[in-house]
């Protein structure tokens, strides 16, 4: 089981608009605690749970991921939303070869393509 405390960005760096509802189909399943005000909705998976902070339209950030599946929950949104993975201290992570074209050169490096959460935590722990 892997178990992270360090915050996970998704966002993206062009103009196009986010689709908020398809982010929320991907996330209403899983959510067991939710706080509009704060923007803040707590998820749980089948071996895991994390912390989500942020606007489905525009960004999000998950915190205190535990669990393998929660990888591939933030995969999905990330894929659902056309958004970048960028975890704290690691690299910056596309889920569409696409994205690369858009990506400000501060991101940090190195730029990797991920396609499920096996292959996110396979890019978090290269960073180590």
């Known amino acids: 089981m892997l178990e992270v405390s360090f915050d996970i960005f998704l966002q ?3 103009d196009a608009a986010t689709d ?3 982010v929320m189909s991907v996330l209403r399943p ?10 803040f909705r707590r998820i749980v998976t089948g071996d895991g749970d994390a912390e989500v902070y942020g606007d489905p339209a525009s960004d999000l950030m998950f915190t205190h991921a535990s669990g393998v599946e929660v990888w591939d929950v933030i995969v999905d949104v990330a894929r ?3 958004w970048v993975v960028m975890p704290v201290g690691c690299g910056t992570c596309v889920v569409d070869e696409a994205q690369r074209a858009g990506l400000p050169e501060f991101v940090p490096e190195p730029v990797v393509t991920v396609r499920s959460g096996a292959e996110l935590i396979a890019a978090i722990k290269a960073s180590d």
Do not use: K, N, P
Request: hydrophobic share 35%.
């Open 12 to 14: 993206r760096f062009d």
């Open 20 to 22: 908020g509802s398809a």
């Open 30 to 39: 899983l959510i067991v605690d939710e706080d509009d005000e704060h923007r």
């Open 80 to 82: 659902a939303a056309g």
